[in-house]
């Protein structure tokens, strides 16, 4: 079966803060693609990263982050010097062989000033 | 480009009514996608589409009907509304290759009384 747990529901920092969202997935396929996905309160989802299985490097994009380790199933997010801006539900996602999407619960992400 | 455009944004239904919403795309995109995002459900996959005349259900398809005659459109028909049908939906569409991301319409609120 294909899964993906995000086990943080709520997660509130102090902007300027650093904070990981965590990404647990389950899958069989060998070939498959994770994606994070971020909704602001205004309530688009807009797209942020997609990592194959094949490619285990970290990848940084100004203040985010992304670790992905296949042995651990994990593909977690970090946010660097966290603002205001980035308050938001954010959802990691799965794609499956047959095409479908999998979404995790998402995690909410409450930044103070 | 409009991307994924849905309609309507916000509708009020009683129980029993039918509705359809609406959702076109004009990124030539072969898959296409219906979501409903309920609290602490996460994105729930109703139905989808690989391609015109191809139609498929998802994860909670009970209660909605999809049809897919043109690449650009695929509307979401519900049949006959009950109140658990209360939700925020939200279509999407990518290229069918796994690697595609879904690209999001802004959501229709439904409220079902």
């Known amino acids: 079966a294909q899964k993906v747990t995000q086990a943080q529901t709520e997660i509130s920092v102090v902007e300027k803060e650093d904070v990981t969202l965590d990404c647990v997935y389950e899958?069989?396929?060998?070939?498959?693609?994770l994606f994070w996905y971020k909704q602001p309160p205004s309530g688009e989802l807009v797209f942020l990263i997609r990592?194959?299985?094949?490619?285990?490097q970290n990848e940084i994009s100004g203040r985010y982050s992304w670790n992905f380790q296949k042995s651990t199933s994990s593909f977690n997010f970090t946010i660097t010097a966290s603002q205001v801006v980035d308050s938001a539900v954010y959802f990691c996602?799965?794609?499956?062989?047959?095409?479908?999407?999998?979404f995790g619960p998402g995690t909410r992400l409450s930044v103070l000033p | 480009n409009a991307g994924v455009t849905q309609t309507p944004k916000f509708q009020v239904l009683k129980t029993g009514q039918s509705m359809t919403l609406q959702c076109a795309q004009d990124?030539?995109?072969?898959?296409m996608s219906w979501y409903r995002q309920d609290p602490g459900m996460g994105l729930r996959l109703i139905h989808y589409?690989?391609?015109?005349?191809?139609?498929d259900q998802g994860e909670v398809p009970n209660g909605y009907n999809v049809s897919r005659s043109t690449t650009e459109d695929f509307p979401l028909r519900l049949l006959s509304a009950a109140p658990s049908q209360t939700s925020v939906y939200f279509c999407?569409?990518?290229?069918?290759?796994?690697?595609?991301?879904?690209?999001f319409g802004e959501g229709s609120r439904l409220t079902v009384l």
């Open positions: 999407a569409s990518s290229y069918r290759g796994q690697a595609g991301e879904l690209f």
């Open positions: 899958t069989r396929d060998t070939t498959y693609y």
């Open positions: 990592r194959n299985s094949f490619d285990e």
């Open positions: 996602a799965l794609r499956r062989r047959g095409q479908n999407f999998v």
């Open positions: 990124m030539n995109h072969e898959y």
């Open positions: 589409s690989v391609g015109a005349g191809i139609t």
